[in-house]
């Protein structure tokens, strides 16, 4: 199990590896580009000349990239060009309100997605499973941001509710942070919970037909005893593998919500950088999010060999 872990983190480096040379490269692809950016039109020579030398673009590409690496592996990930402060300590209280968003919204898809594939599963071609599956197609093909865009609208036509300005940590304010979280979090679950339904229903469906399921069933063991001791372990199995993958894609699909709902994580954090063409807070935002999913898959494949012991092999 050990030897599994120690490999399956060492194949992670060379992932790592490549993404962050991409992300390095994207910066430095086109250093006028960045000029540009900085300065707009009509600059001199010397005032592009100044800010190649500020962003290290008049150095070496190799030299810039191995001593860029050895700064993130200490923590320097570099200062915003508007702020003057660490990316990094900038960085760290967003990543907290990015991170709880999509775990709540995890825990929306599990809690939504698992019971209603079992139970479709289990009423499978009856009026139920109609209704469900077409539930989850509707799910997966409106864009979250077109129904929080709506639910935004509808509270602030009809109820006069619009977003806190002002965020509050569950440390500060619990009951005034889950106010502001539960809905940007349901809402992005959606997508999400259709998924995890309909991948649910296919493995319900498929451990339903098992010899082993036969024979409870003939048994005469209620229909609860089935389901709960004997079908449903064997098919979440498959399903875990799923809602760990789709863990990364909502770490980083909360840059669209966090702007609607005025929530201060690293997705507001991106467009602002965006924005004023802080290039080294959108260089550190995007390799956290692309060191997130190479971590977050490492710890799918590690858990998935604790729940199923013939994965070790």
């Given at each position: 199990m050990y030897r599994y872990v120690t490999r399956r983190m060492l194949l992670s480096v060379p992932t790592l590896v490549v993404v962050s040379f991409i992300i390095f490269a994207m910066i430095r692809i086109n250093p006028d580009s960045i000029v540009a950016a900085r300065l707009g039109e009509g600059y001199t020579e010397e005032q592009a000349a100044l800010i190649k030398h500020e962003y290290r673009l008049d150095r070496p590409f190799a030299t810039e990239y191995v001593r860029w690496v050895g700064r993130v592996l200490t923590g320097d990930w570099g200062k915003s060009a508007y702020t003057f402060k660490p990316v990094l300590s900038e960085m760290a209280p967003k990543i907290a309100v990015t991170l709880e968003l999509a775990a709540v919204a995890v825990v929306f898809a599990v809690v939504i997605g698992i019971p209603i594939g079992v139970f479709s599963a289990m009423r499978q071609d009856r009026w139920p499973d109609y209704v469900l599956r077409s539930g989850a197609i509707f799910g997966l093909s409106v864009p979250g941001f077109y129904v929080a865009t709506i639910a935004l609208a509808v509270l602030a036509n009809q109820f006069q509710w619009v977003p806190a300005v002002e965020y509050k940590t569950p440390l500060e304010a619990p009951l005034t942070n889950i106010s502001q979280i539960w809905l940007p979090a349901f809402i992005l679950?959606?997508?999400?919970?259709?998924?995890?339904?309909?991948?649910?229903?296919?493995?319900?469906?498929?451990?339903?037909?098992?010899?082993?399921?036969?024979?409870?069933?003939?048994?005469?063991?209620?229909?609860?005893?089935?389901?709960?001791?004997?079908?449903?372990?064997?098919?979440?199995?498959?399903?875990?593998?799923?809602?760990?993958?789709?863990?990364?894609?909502?770490?980083?699909?909360?840059?669209?919500?966090?702007?609607?709902?005025?929530?201060?994580?690293?997705?507001?954090?991106?467009?602002?950088?965006?924005?004023?063409?802080?290039?080294?807070?959108?260089?550190?935002?995007?390799?956290?999010?692309?060191?997130?999913?190479?971590?977050?898959?490492?710890?799918?494949?590690?858990?998935?060999?604790?729940?199923?012991?013939?994965?070790?092999?």
């Amino acid at each position: 199990m050990y030897r599994y872990v120690t490999r399956r983190m060492l194949l992670s480096v060379p992932t790592l590896v490549v993404v962050s040379f991409i992300i390095f490269a994207m910066i430095r692809i086109n250093p006028d580009s960045i000029v540009a950016a900085r300065l707009g039109e009509g600059y001199t020579e010397e005032q592009a000349a100044l800010i190649k030398h500020e962003y290290r673009l008049d150095r070496p590409f190799a030299t810039e990239y191995v001593r860029w690496v050895g700064r993130v592996l200490t923590g320097d990930w570099g200062k915003s060009a508007y702020t003057f402060k660490p990316v990094l300590s900038e960085m760290a209280p967003k990543i907290a309100v990015t991170l709880e968003l999509a775990a709540v919204a995890v825990v929306f898809a599990v809690v939504i997605g698992i019971p209603i594939g079992v139970f479709s599963a289990m009423r499978q071609d009856r009026w139920p499973d109609y209704v469900l599956r077409s539930g989850a197609i509707f799910g997966l093909s409106v864009p979250g941001f077109y129904v929080a865009t709506i639910a935004l609208a509808v509270l602030a036509n009809q109820f006069q509710w619009v977003p806190a300005v002002e965020y509050k940590t569950p440390l500060e304010a619990p009951l005034t942070n889950i106010s502001q979280i539960w809905l940007p979090a349901f809402i992005l679950s959606l997508g999400t919970s259709a998924s995890v339904m309909r991948f649910s229903r296919t493995m319900m469906l498929e451990v339903l037909r098992q010899d082993y399921i036969r024979t409870a069933w003939s048994k005469g063991l209620p229909e609860r005893s089935v389901i709960a001791r004997h079908a449903l372990k064997n098919a979440m199995l498959p399903v875990i593998t799923i809602v760990g993958l789709t863990v990364a894609a909502l770490v980083g699909g909360t840059v669209i919500f966090e702007t609607l709902f005025t929530l201060p994580g690293l997705g507001t954090y991106m467009v602002g950088a965006v924005q004023r063409k802080d290039f080294a807070v959108v260089q550190g935002v995007t390799l956290f999010f692309s060191a997130s999913v190479v971590f977050i898959n490492m710890v799918v494949d590690v858990s998935y060999t604790l729940l199923d012991p013939r994965a070790r092999r």
